[in-house]
């Protein structure tokens, strides 16, 4: 029965053990107490008018005081106001350039469209954080590098200034721009190009055909892009909290991170902020949800004679290219060219063949030198490898029980597992610090509270992967084993895992990665002992020494390529062995 996930009934019970029902009460507990848990801890803390810790915390007074402090304050207004804007600006001028490139790598035949799309691929990897830092040393009034030269060119002081809304909204969409072009590359990638050449040769042309026939085709893809790329921008932090705050321009995550870092720490003002945005972000959610139950009337490919073919752009197709290389260059090229540049220099300066001679290793020499950067360098690959194991063996034991087994309310199973990625980062960091200042629980200030809050964080992101993957298999092998008498613990560690190889490595470098370029979570769980690579980036940028961390900046960039490739080499074998 082709198409058709078959379930089998539960093993005899040949040991005495029903491991199904330990492992399955046991992922429970976990999704509970990670999941549920946080969500209750931020309503149950908005009501509250006394702090995380304290006896009268967690007795049945209850009060709105903190709704009506934050939303009769001209202030909240504000920055909700400013929240607002500021998402919905990055997101179209994130969606456009993504949207663009991914049409010149996947649907037309542009010069060197497949190094545009690996460019922006290896994009993804780079922490948001050094990118800001880099754009700082480009666009800043007083050090960056295209003022002193637009001032040498043209006499113009301080033409570009990124500390202000447009200079945030700008470098963030240039943030988000490969996000957006990952999201519609695999859209355009399986779209039959037939309407399109129809509508070319009825003459709409090859941009008229873009308009009126591939994004419309594609719309359950560029609405999925949009919600998500305005849930990245409402909880992003590196942005507004680094030019933000020089700007004046406050949102909520850098009024929430605000609120629970200065002394005393408003903790109710900070749960009534997290409450709005969780609220948002759970209505965006839903939105996201109910287009994806409406994307098979997008359908265009069938089991008919489907060829993807490339668009001809003629004599655009120079043009074309130069314009994707461009946005490529700002995307990609300019910060990490001003990170290597500034990584190798003994003092700040603009660029000049004065300062090309006296370029040096000694940053790099003084990094290695100091032992309070190798730590967070080792404690950021520890949460990485462990937290995404951790996630791929959770999120394969999720998707068993969702997709093979007979469970009632499965279903629920699944939803509760998603429903954290409605919890902003910084929202979820404040969320794990409050639950551990009641929990006697000696993990603040350990890594071990971080991994929590990355397993939280990361788990609906790597179910979808594994549960794609689980989705594809048939169940023979497992009612096999289960017919010759093996236990099932010992059937989804032999049969079933193996059997999603691809899907959990995928998972499992994606987690790996992003755990370890995460700064939101750390920054507020963070203290002298767990700082992570992310943190000390902030640490260093605030200690004025912008030369060491942009070396730093440079090692991390290199070692998350390095796994990255490493991730993408594993997969190609790993796949080829699964298909022979």
Known sequence: ???????????????????????????MIVLFWQVIVPFGMIVWTSLKTTRPGD????????????????????????????????????????????????????????????LI??????????????????????????????????RDLFGVVNFFNVYSMSGMIFVHALEMAPLAFLLLSAAFQSMDPRLEEAAIMAGAGTFGALRRVTLPLATPAVGTALLLL??????????????????????????????????????????????????????????????????????????????????????WRAPVSALSLLIVFFITGAPLLVMVYASLLPAWQPPSMAYFSMMTLANYEALFRNSSALTPLLNSTLLGVGSASVIVLLAALIAWFTQKSRLRGRRILDFVAFASIALPSVVLGATFLWLYLIVPLPVIGTLTIIGLAYVTKYLPYALRFVTTSMTQLHSELEEAAHMAGAPWWRTFATITL????????????????????????????????????????????EQGSFLRLSAFGVVIFTVLLVLVGLSHAIGQRIGVREQA
């Not at 922006?120 to 990897?125: E, G, I």
């Open 1 to 27: 029965m082709t198409g058709t996930t078959r379930t089998w009934p539960a093993p005899p019970n040949r040991e005495g053990v029903n491991w199904r029902a330990l492992i399955l009460a046991a992922v």
């Open 55 to 114: 006896p009268e915390f967690l007795t049945l007074s209850l009060s709105l005081s903190n709704y009506r402090r934050a939303l009769g304050d001209p202030g909240f207004w504000t920055t909700a106001r400013n929240t607002l804007v500021f998402a919905l600006a990055s997101t179209l001028f994130a969606f456009i350039p993504g949207a663009f490139v991914a049409w010149v790598v996947e649907r037309t035949n542009a010069p060197f469209a497949r």
């Open 117 to 150: 799309g690996l460019i922006l691929t290896a994009r993804v990897v780079i922490p948001g954080v050094l990118i800001t830092i880099s754009w700082i040393l480009l666009a800043s009034p007083r050090i960056g590098i295209l003022n002193f030269v637009w």
């Open 230 to 315: 305005f849930i990245t921008s409402i909880e992003t932090f590196e942005v507004p909290l680094l030019m933000g705050g020089r700007a004046g321009v406050r949102v909520l995550a850098s009024e929430i991170f605000l609120s629970t870092s200065r002394t005393p720490v408003d903790w109710g003002l900070a749960s009534a902020c997290a409450m709005a945005m969780v609220a948002l972000t759970i209505f965006l959610l839903f939105l996201y949800l109910r287009l994806l139950r409406h994307g098979e009337r997008y359908q265009t490919v069938s089991g008919k004679d489907f060829r993807p073919r490339r668009v001809d752009l003629g004599p």
């Open 498 to 541: 193996p059997l999603l190889k691809p899907g959990l490595l995928a998972a499992w470098f994606w987690v790996m990665v992003h755990a370890y370029r995460e700064l939101t979570i750390a920054l507020m769980l963070a203290r002298s002992q767990n700082r992570t690579a992310a943190v000390l980036i902030l640490d260093l940028w």
